[in-house]
């Protein structure tokens, strides 16, 4: 009931901090970029890492150096993905969604809100976190690319922190300024 044998704890014991060590070394080798919250498809890899990670310490029928080798295959995927997202529009369009405004000026954008699945209390929850009290405070409001939400209290006069975020009018993004 506590365990089936001492050879299945002595291997969790020595499988357990060599399959760890690798895992950081992989991630030291392959940069922060690795485990960066950006997107879904980062949070899938960094969930799929830690079941590998698992499967490696737990399964005895993973032996060591294939768990290892799945690790570095995952890592080395979502370098070739995020190498590839930076040289191709159609890739990064595929792996990265777009920001989405859905409060700008003090008004809620309604139709954004239904697309992204949100209600008038998570947009209110995310002004409170940000120590407003009302939706008349906040110049706007962003739902990141990761599934925060951010809440820009001043906005210039030339709107530069909704750079690249949709507008809500015509869907195509915000001009950088001059």
């Given amino acids: 009931m506590f365990f089936d044998t001492w050879s299945g704890l002595l291997r969790v014991v020595v499988?357990?901090?060599?399959?760890?060590?690798?895992?950081?070394?992989?991630?030291?080798?392959?940069?922060?970029?690795?485990?960066?919250?950006?997107?879904?498809?980062?949070?899938?890899?960094?969930?799929?890492?830690?079941?590998?990670?698992?499967?490696?310490?737990?399964?005895?029928?993973?032996?060591?150096?294939e768990g290892v080798l799945a690790l570095a295959t995952l890592i080395g995927l979502q370098y070739l993905i995020t190498w590839s997202s930076l040289r191709s529009s159609r890739i990064r369009s595929l792996v990265k969604a777009e920001p989405t405004l859905i409060a700008h000026k003090g008004h809620l954008v309604e139709g954004a809100m239904r697309r992204q699945r949100l209600t008038r209390d998570d947009v209110l929850s995310a002004?409170?976190?940000?120590?407003?009290?009302?939706?008349?405070?906040?110049?706007?409001?962003?739902?990141?690319?990761?599934?925060?939400?951010?809440?820009?209290?001043?906005?210039?006069?030339?709107?530069?922190?909704?750079t690249g975020v949709p507008s809500p009018e015509d869907g195509r993004p915000m001009p950088a300024s001059p």
């Fill in 127 to 162: 002004l409170r976190s940000e120590g407003l009290d009302d939706l008349s405070q906040a110049a706007a409001i962003v739902l990141e690319t990761d599934g925060s939400i951010s809440v820009l209290k001043k906005l210039s006069e030339r709107d530069d922190g909704l």
């Fill in 15 to 65: 499988v357990g901090p060599l399959a760890y060590v690798a895992l950081i070394l992989f991630l030291r080798i392959s940069g922060k970029r690795t485990l960066t919250k950006l997107n879904a498809f980062d949070l899938v890899v960094t969930v799929a890492l830690g079941s590998t990670l698992s499967s490696i310490i737990l399964t005895k029928s993973v032996a060591l150096l």
